[in-house]
Every structure is written in C-alpha cells, then in structure tokens.
C-alpha cells in the first residue's frame, strides 16, 4: 500500500519540483497554509484573456504536496480558468471520493492512492486550496482547517 | 546511592491492555509517549468501578453515593499531594490539564500581579500552551514578554536568564522538560535566581512528571502543572499546585457553583481553596483515574522508571545516529526519553506516515513549539518519544522502519 502511495512520479515532482520559484510579472497570487504541519505554498500566474500562460510556485512541504503542486502547474499551464476549475472539482474528488472519475486526470490519477491515507489528503489537496483562492483573486492566505 | 531496582518491562507491559493490539497487521510500537500516554489496566478500572458503584455529585448531597463520590475524588487530590510533596491538599486545583493550569494563573494571578512594562520571562523552549496565555495576559495588562535564548544543543543559556532578571520581573513560566527536545531545564537553578528579584515561578511539567520525581516543596515554586494524560492517567484532568499563599490571594478563575460560599444577588463570597478555583461539576471520574494512575506509578517507583528510560535513551540515541542522513536535535547533558530528528531528504510527514504502515507510531510535526523549530532552522522533525514499557526491540523496530523510509525514497 505504502508503493501505490509513493509512486514514481510522486518522488520525482518531490525531489525535483517543476515550475518552483517565483514569477515577477504574476498577475495572480495567493498563499496557502496548512497549521497543523507547517505547509506551506505560494502560487503565481499570469493570466491573460481568461488563460493560465505562465504558473509558478514556491513553499516547503512534504512530498505529496510538494509533488501535487508541481504536477499541478504541469497540468495546469495553458489552460483556460474554467478549464482550471473544473480540474480542481476533479482533483479533490479524487483523493476524497470513493468511485472518482479519473478519466483525462492524466498523470494527476497517481494521488488516488492518497484516499487510503486520510491524514495526509490535506497535503494532497494544499496547492489546490490555494488555486482556488488564486483564481478567484482573494489576497488572504487560505488554511486547510 | 542504592541503585534503582531494575524494572520488568515484559510484566508491566501486560498491564497495558492497548499494547496487545496489533495495528496495520503488525504489533504496535507507541512511540508517542510525550503527547499521551497509554492507560493501564487499573485506571481504565478505577473508572469503571467509579461509574458503577459511586457515580454522584460531590460536595453536594448527603446521600450515600455522593459522600462516596466525594470520597472518591478528594483521595485523588490527596494522593497529588503526596506525588508532588505539596505541604497540603487545598493547594492542589484539578483542572482539565496542563493548558488549563497555566491559563489559570495567568489569568487569574497575572490580571492582579501585572501592570504595564511588567515583565514576564519564558523560555525558547516552550510549548504553545506555555507562550499564548502569557501573551494574551501581556496584552492585556501591556506587560513585557521576554524569552530565555536555547543553546545549540537545547540545553537554556542560564547567563543569558541571569542578565533578564531585573525588578521588573514579575514571573518566570519555564517547562521542566522540553516535549520537543527533551532537555531537562535546571528548575531548581531558574527559581533561586528568580527568587532574588522576588519574581514568580510556574513550572510547566506536562513533560516532567511520568518521568521524574517531583518535589515542589524541594524545587520552591509558586505554581507545578501537569497533565493527567501523560502520566498514564485519563484525558480531561490535571492538576495546578500553587503555594496556598498565592492561591489565597488570587481571585476566583471562573465563577458557577461549587466555587462559592454564598450568593445573593448582590454579592457573592467565595468558597475557599482549593474549590475557589473549581467551578461546576469537575471530571470527578477523570480525578479517580488520575488517582489510579499514581498510584500505579509510585508502585513502579519514578526512579526505576527514569533508570529505565534513561538507558533506552542511550541505546536510541546511539542506534538512530547510525541511520544514515539522520540528525538529531537536543543533546542537553540532562535529558528525558525523547529523540526528535531529521531524516535528510524525506519530509518528517513522509516519515510518519511510512512508519505508521508498519505500526509504528511517532509524531511528527512542529510539535505546538513552532519557535524552538525555528530556532533551530526546520519546519518540522520526526519525535519517538519513550516511556516505561518501551523497549530495545522496539527502537529496533524504529530503525528497521526509518531504513524502510530510505529506501522507499530510494536514498
């Protein structure tokens, strides 16, 4: 079970983070929080005409949701924000749900493995949070609790 | 000194009923002592005979089962009294653990004792539950809050704490043991100093108690809290002790029955110590497990406890530092059964989670002592934190499961 949870994947996004750092001319922002680990994420885009050109983020965090994060801005760029929040729904259906649809989730269903471990669907779903509150512009920084 | 006798681990085990259980399908290793402790055997029964053959309400009726109950929870408050050596029984409040004790004197002694630029002194070692009371109250009477500095191997830099002191030191709130680090602080020392300024001293020994013998009377503190939860007891029951001078000249905490010795509507009086500070119905069951559970521990005997914990100390310490990448932080010189580290290039949630597959429980996390993290430059760590029926075979366990962690991160 510990495998289907630490796969592959999930140890590369880990320990080599795609997209990290921060973009200067972001027109979007938001940080996110999780208090009872200490998790961190800060998450910049630019969004032009309704699009994601360009996500970045930044924080410290453990690897499930240093990994979601990476593979989130992977699957993340170039697509429309309606695209984006429709892919959010997806996502935490798929590490809450129990019968999740995981079609075009591509890479993304390798986190289904994270419904066994309650305790760590917030590391899973940290980023997500903070897409959210990126997309919809509000500056506060969201908490998981 | 007559060498502690030594303790039968594999027979105390068996009081532990919780023990026996395996978790993940493999046996539990409970290794997260230092955020509670499992119960044995005669306090889970201690409550149970109390909710079958006395369950009433104390100081109340003079009915047969209220004198028992009554009985009940007062023999408790007696036996604190003899586990802290307090010099009587009105100076031991039960309250519903250590968090609650501390909220207790700061709110009721330091809305009296403190005024603007008043200071209080805490350590870098302190839990959130040792530092948020202190900084509501200093906001609220605009008094000073300053911090003892940790040295790098845990241990308080007590020159620092002799150059804080001053006449403006009102109090000195200082864990006895740090729950993230495991540094014993040199309580004895703290008090002499702050006594010459004439300050206050409360001693947070959520920590300390399980595993040390403690001598409030030897120490000179003003104020002890514990948890019962940590001594092998129930949740939901502590205790303060407070010097009966102190508690005499404080106010009441909060206000409701049980508390008073008269009420009109124009004034009440209150009743005296210690129930001035026990308003409403308590958590008499919790009271009586508590009892139990000191009673257990003073037929161990702390010492044999602490030989015990002491050595499997040692050993841990020895057999985590050959783990490869690991890094442990807190090596005071005096140290309680804890060994908080660092696996290089796996997150500590990672750790624990992989651990728990193999049944093996520990904390992970900032331990609620985010500053003393910071102060040593990480966001979290992995804690396996040892108590009494702990054994080698069970750090064993723990070494075996951390070689796991690396491998399945393919360190």
């Known amino acids: ?145 | 000194m007559a060498t502690a006798a030594r303790l039968d681990v594999a027979a105390l085990r068996k009081d532990f009923p919780i023990l026996g259980r395996p978790v993940r399908g493999r046996p539990l290793v409970y290794l997260d002592n230092a955020a509670t402790t499992q119960k044995p055997q005669c306090v889970l029964e201690a409550i149970l005979a109390y909710y079958r053959n006395d369950n009433a309400n104390i100081h109340r009726g003079v009915h047969e089962l209220s004198e028992r109950a009554t009985e009940a929870y007062e023999a408790a408050r007696g036996k604190l009294r003899r586990f802290l050596n307090a010099a009587h029984a009105r100076e031991i409040i039960f309250v519903r653990g250590a968090t609650e004790g501390i909220n207790l004197v700061a709110q009721s002694w330091g809305r009296t004792a403190l005024g603007p630029g008043d200071e209080i002194l805490l350590s870098h070692l302190e839990h959130h539950s040792n530092i948020v009371p202190w900084q509501m109250l200093r906001d609220e009477r605009g008094a000073v809050l300053r911090v003892i500095p940790v040295l790098d191997n845990g241990e308080l830099d007590l020159e620092a704490y002799e150059r804080m002191l001053g006449p403006r030191t009102k109090i000195v709130a200082v864990t006895h043991v740090s729950n993230a680090l495991g540094t014993i602080t040199p309580v004895r020392r703290i008090i002499e100093m702050a006594r010459s300024w004439g300050a206050a001293v409360l001693v947070d020994g959520a920590q300390a108690a399980a595993h040390l013998r403690v001598d409030v009377r030897a120490l000179d503190c003003d104020f002890y809290v514990l948890s019962g939860h940590k001594v092998y007891g129930p949740t939901g029951i502590g205790a303060l002790y407070g010097k009966a001078e102190r508690l005499e000249a404080m106010p009441p905490y909060q206000g409701g029955g049980d508390m008073i010795e008269s009420v009109s509507f124009e004034r009440t009086t209150y009743n005296a110590l210690p129930y001035k500070f026990e308003a409403g119905t308590p958590h008499i069951a919790g009271a009586v497990g508590l009892g139990a559970a000191i009673d257990y521990l003073e037929q161990i005997g702390l010492e044999p406890i602490a030989a015990h914990e002491h050595e499997l100390l040692e050993y841990a310490t020895q057999a985590l530092g050959e783990v490869p990448g690991l890094k442990i932080f807190g090596t005071a010189r005096d140290k309680a059964a804890v060994v908080s580290f660092t696996l290089e290039g796996v997150h500590p949630h990672d750790v624990g989670t992989i651990l728990d597959q193999q049944g093996i429980a520990v904390r992970t996390g900032h331990h609620c002592a985010q500053p003393v993290m910071e102060r040593f430059g990480v966001p979290a760590t992995t804690r396996a934190s040892l108590a009494m029926y702990n054994t080698r075979e069970e750090v064993d366990a723990l070494v075996a499961g951390l070689l796991h962690v690396r491998e399945v991160f393919h360190l």
């Not at chain 1, 495998?3 to 795609?18: A, G, M, T």
């Not at chain 1, 200490?38 to 996500?55: H, M, P, Q, V």
């Not at chain 1, 986190?111 to 506060?140: I, M, S, Y």
Request: hydrophobic content about 35%; aromatic content about 6%.
């Open chain 1, 1 to 145: 079970m510990i495998n289907e949870l630490y796969q592959e994947i999930i140890l590369d996004h880990s320990k080599r983070p795609r997209n990290f750092g921060r973009l200067e001319d972001a027109n979007r922002q938001a940080r996110g929080y999780n208090p009872l680990c200490g998790d961190r994420c800060t998450l910049f885009l630019k969004e032009s005409n309704g699009r994601i050109d360009e996500i970045r983020f930044e924080g410290s965090g453990c690897a499930i949701s240093t990994s979601s994060a990476s593979l989130m801005t992977e699957a993340l760029k170039g697509k429309t924000v309606a695209e984006a929040e429709q892919l959010l729904k997806r996502f935490l259906d798929l590490v809450t749900k129990d019968q999740p649809l995981t079609e075009d989730l591509g890479k993304l269903t390798v986190f289904a493995g994270v419904r066994e471990f309650p305790a760590r669907v917030k590391c899973a779903t940290l980023a997500w949070h903070t897409l959210r509150a990126a997309l919809r512009d509000r500056g506060e920084v969201v908490s998981t609790e």
